[in-house]
């Protein structure tokens, strides 16, 4: 009898029957726990009698092959004593199932590696165990908390980055909810994500984290927002702020688009169409100058003299490729003066208007945007945070529930301790 328990895996249970009536259908194994000795009220410490079982369906691993299913009969019992508050009780073991969720645990523990650390959606997971996607993300969810709120999780961070993060496009007419990421810079390790990009939440969350925490940050990075600032100014007030790199090459990029749009409107009277010049320009605009070979830098040289008479997209072109220009240098004491440079050629009457806004931008963030200078050790964190974007854009797929989101991104991009999956409790 015990070799059936043997195989089951579940040493404290007693094995029912089995049932396996279609080849396709899951093994269908049915389980009660083993009785030690009495049951007692924990009321009143009387003997409990036996009220019923309730069968409880659980989605299980595998096994030779074929989907599994544990059919639980858990015992319900009951306190004799009329006096007693307890009333009745439902029997309880972790060790088969945690509470409320629909797979074993040793399935859920499965699952939430699966989903967490290898980045498998929920959908192919269900998939592989034939159960639905609820069952599956509740399990990572329970199990995943316990990983990621684990306070050893988060070490000493001395860049912190925050940086607004899509969440989700919500409703009819897709709105987006947006949430920041709290990140250690040098790590590539996502801290946390709260909720919203006003300063707010970012600011509490790290009042939380305790003074001493806070006062080993040196290094603050952000994208040029003010809500950001005024959590660096407010909480970190000691801390450097630095402009994150890829967002002022990307708000140069953003501006160059801008011009190339509105010229095309002003000299052709309509918006870019696939045969105007300016339009088939695009691309080459926004490619770093120093990747284009012979023929594309010809080739976009003829299609602005040709769409960009008043040379308006050319000073846009060049202003993008001197804020790109300004990563190249290497000298910090020299990098004011490299930054305030190109913001004041940009703020000249000759240039389009986009253009001296940006070059308004820069002149607000100067001291930002020279601080990457000093700040950087290498060209590393930005590749690290790049890819750690697009780790998080992949889990973001399909969740609506910010909660199951927040565990989602931080099993797969908040570098949890696996190794204490295995002793987790839900
Ligand atoms: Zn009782």
């Known amino acids: 009898m015990r070799m059936c328990e043997l195989l089951v895996g579940l040493p404290t249970v007693t094995v029912l029957g089995v049932v396996d009536l279609l080849p ?3 093994i269908t194994v049915h389980i ?30 595998p096994v030779f092959g074929r989907r599994a299913r544990l059919v639980w ?3 319900r019992w009951r306190c004799p004593s009329r006096s007693c508050r307890v009333g009745s009780w439902t029997e309880l073991a972790p060790e088969i199932a945690a509470r409320r969720l629909g797979l074993t645990d040793r399935a859920g523990r499965w699952a939430t590696f699966q989903v967490g650390c290898h980045g498998r959606s929920v959908k192919e997971v269900a998939g592989d165990l034939g159960c639905d996607w609820h069952t599956v993300n509740n399990a990572v969810v329970a199990y995943g ?3 990621v709120d684990d306070p050893a999780r988060i070490g000493q961070v001395t860049a912190l980055g925050l940086d607004e993060t899509l969440f989700v496009k919500r409703g009819r007419w897709r709105t987006k909810q947006w949430s920041t990421s709290i990140v250690d810079v040098r790590a590539g390790q996502l801290l946390d994500v709260v909720e919203g990009r006003d300063s707010a939440p970012a600011s509490l969350w790290l009042a939380k984290r305790g003074q001493v925490w806070r006062d080993r940050i040196r290094y603050g990075t952000l994208d040029m ?14 801390t450097t702020q630095v402009a994150d790199p890829f967002h002022v090459v990307k708000l140069a990029g953003e501006k160059l688009d801008e011009v190339r749009r509105r010229v095309n409107q002003d000299v052709l009277g309509r918006r870019g169409h696939k045969d105007d010049p300016l339009y088939r320009a695009r691309k080459l605009l926004v490619m770093a100058h120093e990747r284009l070979d012979d023929h594309a830098s010809g080739k976009l040289t003829g299609l602005l003299k040709a769409g960009d008479p008043n040379g308006e997209v050319t ?3 060049h202003a993008k490729e001197a804020v790109r220009e300004l990563y190249a ?26 253009i001296r806004q940006l070059g308004r931008t820069m002149r607000r963030w100067r001291t930002q945007i ?8 290498t060209n590393g964190p930005t590749e690290t945070m790049n890819g750690l974007a697009k780790r998080i854009k992949r889990v973001a797929f399909g969740m609506t529930n910010f909660r199951h989101w927040r565990v989602r991104v931080l099993l797969y991009a908040g570098h949890p301790d696996w190794s204490k999956l295995a002793t987790v409790t839900p």
């Open 145 to 147: 908390e316990r990983l």
């Open 315 to 317: 000073t846009a072109w």
């Open 370 to 377: 020279a601080a990457w200078h000093e700040a950087q050790v």
């Open 73 to 75: 009969l858990k015992r």
């Open 329 to 354: 240098h290497t000298d910090a004491k020299l990098a004011l003066a490299w930054v305030d440079q190109p913001s004041a050629d940009m703020r000249d009457v000759s240039c389009p208007p986009e």
């Open 225 to 238: 927002s003010g809500p950001y600032r005024k959590v660096f100014d407010t909480m970190l007030p000691d």
């Open 24 to 26: 396709l259908a899951p």
């Open 32 to 61: 009660e726990t083993l009785l030690e000795g009495r049951e007692t009220c924990n009321g009143c410490d009387q003997t409990a009698t036996l009220k019923d079982r309730d069968p409880v369906m659980l989605t299980d691993l």
